[in-house]
């Protein structure tokens, strides 16, 4: 049950993350949109401008503020899980070499 709720939650995550990155390009797109067509007045330009350049950067950092840390511990828990699955395999193959020792003469 962990396992499908680790998933999940994973899954979540990078869902999370694409949707706010998506959202501020979205938004910077529609900046330019209105900025292009004249929608915006003369004493706001320069605003809608910096909105325009900062929204995608502010996206990127929010997403790796709020989903990076998710994603850090699902990396490091394939690691390990690659770690455990390499040291299993090791493992098996030393114990049929192993010898027994004479305890008794």
Same mark, same amino acid.
């Given at each position: &049950?962990? =396992?499908? $709720? *680790?998933? #999940? !939650? %994973?899954?979540?995550? *990078?869902?999370?993350?694409?949707?706010?990155?998506?959202?501020? %390009?979205? !938004?910077?797109?529609? &900046?330019?949109? =209105?900025?292009?067509?004249?929608?915006?007045?003369?004493?706001?330009?320069?605003? #809608?401008? $910096? !909105?325009? %350049? *900062? *929204?995608?950067?502010?996206?990127?950092?929010?997403?790796?503020?709020?989903?990076?840390?998710? @994603?850090? $511990?699902? !990396?490091?828990?394939?690691? $390990?899980?690659?770690?455990?699955?390499?040291?299993?395999?090791?493992? @098996?193959?030393? %114990?049929?070499?192993?010898?027994?020792?004479?305890?008794?003469?």
């Amino acid at each position: &049950m962990n =396992r499908i $709720l *680790a998933s #999940a !939650l %994973v899954t979540i995550n *990078a869902i999370l993350g694409f949707f706010v990155i998506f959202g501020s %390009v979205w !938004l910077a797109v529609f &900046m330019y949109e =209105r900025i292009s067509t004249n929608q915006i007045q003369q004493t706001d330009i320069f605003g #809608a401008n $910096l !909105l325009m %350049v *900062a *929204a995608p950067i502010i996206g990127i950092i929010v997403a790796a503020y709020f989903c990076g840390m998710i @994603a850090l $511990l699902a !990396l490091i828990e394939s690691h $390990l899980k690659a770690i455990k699955e390499q040291g299993e395999g090791l493992r @098996a193959s030393k %114990v049929s070499e192993r010898e027994e020792p004479i305890l008794s003469k």
